[in-house]
């Protein structure tokens, strides 16, 4: 069965970086969309980032346009989200999800998240 | 890169039916066939629902069913049970490549 763990999460001081991870297993990694949808406390849903099966296309939500960087590694089955220059609306849990394409159409499955807090 | 548009909240009793919209633009919900729906329990992942605007994955109840007309999506529930009290949301391709959630919706079963 798909499953998706995410780990690195944690407090972390305004301006700091932070790095993500998520191991996917039990489907063909190389051949999905990755995503990165964040929630913050008691708030909505928020799509982050996309990253295509191949790695070849990259899109982002614009508030993090510039400070954030999705990427992966096909060859261990990895999923990334390198944060910089962080601020408390960064503060959320950070969810891996699947897309069910080879790019960005609908996420299938989803991680449990990584708390991110982001305060001094 | 607006969210789609749900009501905060809906209510029903148990065995009732009950609708939420999910509205966009001709940029997302209006132009593509990729709207689906999540429910989310409280402390919990969420869960897709509905995909593709009608279709069900396989294990979810044909209780839960989709349609779309212009730029509104709409979750129908019918037969309302108490486990369904969640939070749903929608979400939806966009035409930058993206994807876009709605508000969400929380749903109470009185």
Redesign the interface.
Known sequence: QVQLVESGGGVVQPGRSLSLSCAASGFTFSRQGM?W?RQAPGK????VA?IWYDGS?K????SVKGRFTISRDNSKNTLSLQMNGLTAEDTAVY?CARD?SY???????????TLVTVSS | ?S?LTQPASASGSPGQSITISCTGTSSDVGSYN?V?W?Q?HPGE????MI??VSKR?SGVSNRFSGSKSGNTASLTISGLQAEDEA?Y?C?S?TS?????????TKLTVL
């Not at chain 1, 790019?103 to 998240?113: E, L, M, S, V, Y």
């Not at chain 2, 992942?45 to 897709?48: G, H, I, Y």
Request: no cysteine; charged share 15%; glycine share 14%.
């Open positions: 995503h949808v909505g849903l928020e799509w996309v296309k899109y982002y939500v614009d969810y069910s790019g960005a159409a609908r996420i299938d499955h989803w991680g449990q998240g | 890169q969210a990729y689906s999540y989310q992942a969420p869960k897709l995909y593709d994955p939070d949301y979400s391709y930058s490549s993206t994807l876009v959630f709605g508000g969400g």
